[in-house]
Nanobody, 116 residues
Framework: QVQLVESGGGLVQPGGSLRLSCAAS????????MNWYRQPLGKERELVAA????????AYADSVKGRFTISRDNAKNTVDLQMNSLKPEDTAVYYC?????????WGQGTQVTVSS
């Protein structure tokens, strides 16, 4: 079955960095675009970054442009989110997502907390 498993979250000080990873299985990973979303406590889930199936094109929310980088490894079936210059407002649960023929699939999420 389709599985998306995020890892790499944790507690980091403002200005620090974290690298999130999402391991995919159960589908032909290299054929599908992948996305990272986040949901701060009490707020709606928002799109953070997206990458095409080949990795040739990426897109970012304005709030993370220049600080976050999405990348993928189609040989390993993973999509990563490198987060630099983290701010307290980046605190959220981060999810990876893909949309297959049968609909959207989400991972379970990983908590990122930016605090001193």
């Amino acid at each position: 079955q389709v599985q998306l498993v995020e890892s790499g979250g944790g507690l980091v000080q403002p200005g620090g960095s974290l690298r999130l990873s999402c391991a995919a299985s159960g589908f032909t990973f290299s054929r599908y675009a992948m996305n990272w979303y986040r949901q701060p406590l009490g707020k709606e889930r928002e799109l953070v970054a997206a990458i095409t199936d080949t990795g040739g094109s990426t897109a970012y929310a304005d709030s993370v442009k220049g600080r976050f980088t999405i990348s993928r490894d189609n040989a390993k079936n993973t999509v990563d989110l490198q987060m630099n210059s983290l701010k307290p407002e980046d605190t959220a649960v981060y999810y990876c997502k893909t949309i297959l023929g049968m609909g959207p699939f989400w991972g379970q999420g990983t908590q990122v907390t930016v605090s001193s």
